[in-house]
């Protein structure tokens, strides 16, 4: 007899369970924490955009000043949305502020990411999702 028993099936199928089981959360991670790069990325980028603005008319500009279709930009993913205002602690500078858009749990580490004039990075609810690897 040729074919395959249903307990030859029936492995098959715990072997697959078990297999997505361990797959599926790593991939999760993967994709949150490409998406946490993309925003840093993001940030950085404007905080350069910032400096040689800065350099060519004694401030910092807004994101249209800096090239940007609007003052509220979505990032390439449209996952954060990337902001600059002047900094509250210190009015002379700027603050980018790329925040988490979704309302699911896949950033409940890394919600908000900030940089300022000075370089100081500071991110939310976590405070070192500048640092982390996960």
């Known amino acids: ?27 999760r991670e993967f994709v949150a ?6 925003a840093k990325a993001a940030l950085l980028k404007i905080a350069t955009n910032q400096e040689k603005f ?3 008319n004694q401030r910092f500009g807004t994101l249209t000043e800096l090239g940007y279709t ?11 949305t990337l902001t600059v205002a002047a900094n509250p602690t210190w ?4 603050l980018a502020t790329a925040t988490y858009i979704p309302a699911d749990n896949e950033a409940t580490k890394c919600k908000t990411f900030r ?9 939310g609810p976590y405070t070192d999702c500048w640092t982390r690897k996960n």
């Open 1 to 27: 007899m040729q074919g395959v028993t249903l307990m030859e099936l029936m492995i098959v199928v715990v072997v697959i369970g078990i297999l997505t089981a361990i797959a599926f959360p790593n991939y």
């Open 115 to 123: 940089i300022d004039g000075g370089a100081t990075k500071t991110s």
């Open 54 to 56: 800065y350099l060519q």
């Open 33 to 38: 924490r490409a998406k946490r790069a993309e």
């Open 70 to 80: 609007a003052n509220t930009i979505p990032s390439e993913s449209g996952t954060y």
């Open 91 to 94: 009015p002379e500078n700027f």
